[in-house]
Each structure stands twice: as C-alpha cells, then as structure tokens.
C-alpha cells in the first residue's frame, strides 16, 4: 500500500500487520505532513524500501510481527543498508 506522492514531503514507511494501527499511523504521519508508505510485514517493508529507500526519512515499525523479520530486525537490517 503507497500513499506517498510526488510532492516534496519527507517520506515515512509504516509497518505494522494490525491494519487498524497501520491506518492509524498513516493518518498521524499524513497530518504532521509526511508522505506514507506502508507495509503488513517486514519483508513486504524491505521491497518497499528496495525502491523508494532515498525518500524514507523515518520508520514506523511494530515489534512482534510475523514472518521471518520482526520489528528489532527490520530495523538493524535497515541501520545497516539505508544509513
């Protein structure tokens, strides 16, 4: 799910599998005037990133997710790869 544009807002990625928090989140980033990325998983997170990680300025992430990353990995693998 994209909600960014093509505006020169900063850009936020949120993560999140609980799509109530995930919508959630969006509308507060959305209002503080980020442009919204989103993403149910943290594997589904790292192809967002894959294409759009030059814009991203923040990361908005659950902890406990399923699938092979959870919060805390997505975010060291995202430390390491997109400084």
Known sequence: MTHASSNAAPCALVVDDDGMVRMAAID???E???ATFAAASGDKALLVLEEHHACIVLLFTDVQMPGV???FAL???IARAYP
Do not use: K, P, S, T
């Open 28 to 30: 507060i980033l959305e």
């Open 32 to 34: 503080a005037g980020f």
């Open 69 to 71: 990353h959870d919060g």
């Open 75 to 77: 975010a060291r693998m």
